[in-house]
């Protein structure tokens, strides 16, 4: 049994289907890998699992803890502990990083929470928890802002969207420290990512095509199929019949 | 009731007191048409003349002055009724001062507070000037500022209109400009509208000098049945005069928010853009906030109050 159950989730838009017949387990306490394509539906099955506005009108149904979420919105799934950290980062105008993150940790956030989520992902406080996170950031910086509100937040599961993307190498060693931070702590990380690196630091992992999930298992069993039969793949984003999950 | 009364329940309404300035520091009150206090520091002068309805205000900043210090102004009304304000400002060559004004009409419900100002900035001054509304909550207050503003080269004048505090009631501001060559004019107001408040602003920069810029911004939030309006305009006619028109506006229930920016360039190495965000929250950003636990109410709340901050 997973944290989070999928339940044959199927979701179109335009009569297109997105997502097709999805049915996973991501266990408790793993860092699971999402690859595939672009295209492939990685990020609507992000957005699916967090409940985004677009995405509730799906098939199927999503358990967390053993529980349908199918009917709560976005506010009260991260209030059971489920949050987003988003491909490319909002821009707020007068919100201060401070502030971004004090309101990520709720009532049990200070000062010292704050300051120490800025550090694990490698910003000074000093020189950031006054600024706004708005378009004088740059898109790397609120990435890492992002990751800090969600680690601040404390949260049991965390979706994050190509943490690694549009990012310098710096960043990318931000990540591992936030992965480790999150596994030392028993969350459950659903991430989606291009980067080999990252995905070495993936418990399991799942292949997604065309909505589907053509794959999964450790990210060794996963790495050689996806370079045997993704990458000489020219029919981009549909997967062969045969190996539909 | 005597000036100290007046003086000191004006002041409480900004939460201020006449102890509150630190030494050597200018401030002028004036409570309906009376010139309740003058404090004035080198460089510097005020001479006002109280008419029926209100007081005529002349300021000069001499030649060369740097006022280091903010120049604090009080303009309020404790009862009902009218107060006009005529005030003629000049900056000399080089004058360099911050005012900052506090308009009160916190304790009254009828007001209609009229500012026609004047405004001249000769070569390199640099005026920046900040205004503070404080309202009641009845929405019974009227404001209606003009100003024209004169920009000589190299002089530079920011101003920043803030209603935030108590309801808007009405108001209708229309600011021009005349920039000189290399000037720097920046507007911006952040005003927030709610009940049946009326919100209009009219700004107009003419970037006439060689390059010359300016930006116009304004943030403005409208809930209930309230409504907005918003006319910026900037029109470029000298070589590399460059401008910026920004309006940002959150609108609610069955509030209205109309922006209408005019820009008109009239000479190829002129440059002006504009960007409108007109409508309800950024979805984007609320679904963030509300992806870390803030209910759909207290993620709006956040970042209307970030639109209205600075
Ligand atoms: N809100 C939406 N409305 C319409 N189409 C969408 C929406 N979100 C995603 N899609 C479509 O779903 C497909 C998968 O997109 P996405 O999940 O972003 O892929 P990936 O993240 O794997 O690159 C794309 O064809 C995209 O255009
Ligand atoms: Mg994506």
Known sequence: MGIIELRDVSLSFDEHPILQHLSIDFWEEHIHAVVGPNGAGKSTLAHTIMGLPDY?????????????????????????????????????HGISVEEFIQRAAGKGGGARTVESSLELVGLDPDRYMARDVDATLSGGERKRIELASIVAM??????????????????????????????????????????GEVLKRADHAFLLCSG?????????????YFERKCVPCTHKNVPDEEVLL | MSDKTALDRLLATINMHRHSFEEGTAHVEIHGNQVLNTVLVEGLHVESRETASGVDVNILVEAGARID????????????????IRMRVHFQEKAKARFISHCSFAAASEVEHLMDAEIQLDAGAEYSYFERHIHSEQGGIRVVPKAKVTLAEESRFATEFELIKGRVGEIDIDYEAYCGDHSVLELLSRISGRGDDRIKIREAGFLNGKYSRGVLTSHIAVRDSARAEIYNELQATAEGAAGHVDCNEIVQNQAQAKAIPIVDVRHPKAHVTHEAAIGSVDSKQLQTLMSRGLSEEEAVEMIIQGLLRK
């Open chain 1, 154 to 195: 404390e949260p049991r599961v965390v979706l994050m969207d190509e943490p690694d993307s549009g990012v310098d190498i710096d960043a990318i060693q931000s990540i591992f420290e936030v992965l480790g931070k999150l596994k030392q702590r028993g969350t459950t990380v659903i991430m989606i990512t291009h980067s």
């Open chain 1, 212 to 224: 589907a999930l053509v794959d999964k298992g450790t990210v060794d069993q996963l790495s050689s």
């Open chain 1, 56 to 92: 509730r009108q799906h098939s199927g149904d999503i358990l967390y803890d053993g529980k349908s979420i199918k009917h709560l919105s976005v506010d009260q799934r991260a209030k059971q502990g489920i949050t987003l950290a988003w491909q490319e980062p909002a821009r707020f």
């Open chain 2, 69 to 84: 210090k903010p120049v604090y102004f009080c303009f309020g009304m404790l009862e009902n009724g009218l107060q006009h």
